[in-house]
Nanobody, 127 residues
Framework: QLQLVESGGGLVQPGGSLKLSCAAS????????IGWFRQGLGKEREGVSC????????YYADSAKGRFTISRDNAKNTVYLQMNSLKHEDTSVYYCAADIYAVQVMCQMPFVGIGSWGQGTQVTVSS
């Protein structure tokens, strides 16, 4: 059974950094596209960054470019999201998701079209 478990969220000051982890089980990273999404209070869920291990392709939303980095550790079957220079507006619940779409398609599609989700991890940026 495909399962995703996020960790690494927390409270951080503006300008700080956090590294989120998404541990996958029941499948191998090479077979899927993994995406990081976020949903702020009262907002729509949005794609932040997506990666397809099989071809190394990545996609970043404009809000993430230059600040966030998606990466993977195949030995641990884990995908990471390194977040630097965090801003108040990055405060959200962050979810990882898995499906078979190309990276830009997955990161931009309505979230209801994506098959597998983790439970989410809260990131709060506040002084």
């Amino acid at each position: 059974q495909l399962q995703l478990v996020e960790s690494g969220g927390g409270l951080v000051q503006p300008g700080g950094s956090l590294k989120l982890s998404c541990a996958a089980s029941g499948f191998t990273l090479d077979d899927y596209t993994i995406g990081w999404f976020r949903q702020g209070l009262g907002k729509e869920r949005e794609g932040v960054s997506c990666m397809r291990s099989a071809d190394g392709s990545t996609y970043y939303a404009d809000s993430a470019k230059g600040r966030f980095t998606i990466s993977r550790d195949n030995a641990k079957n884990t995908v990471y999201l390194q977040m630097n220079s965090l801003k108040h507006e990055d405060t959200s619940v962050y979810y990882c998701a898995a499906d078979i779409y190309a990276v830009q398609v997955m990161c931009q599609m309505p979230f209801v079209g994506i098959g597998s989700w983790g439970q989410g991890t809260q990131v709060t940026v506040s002084s």
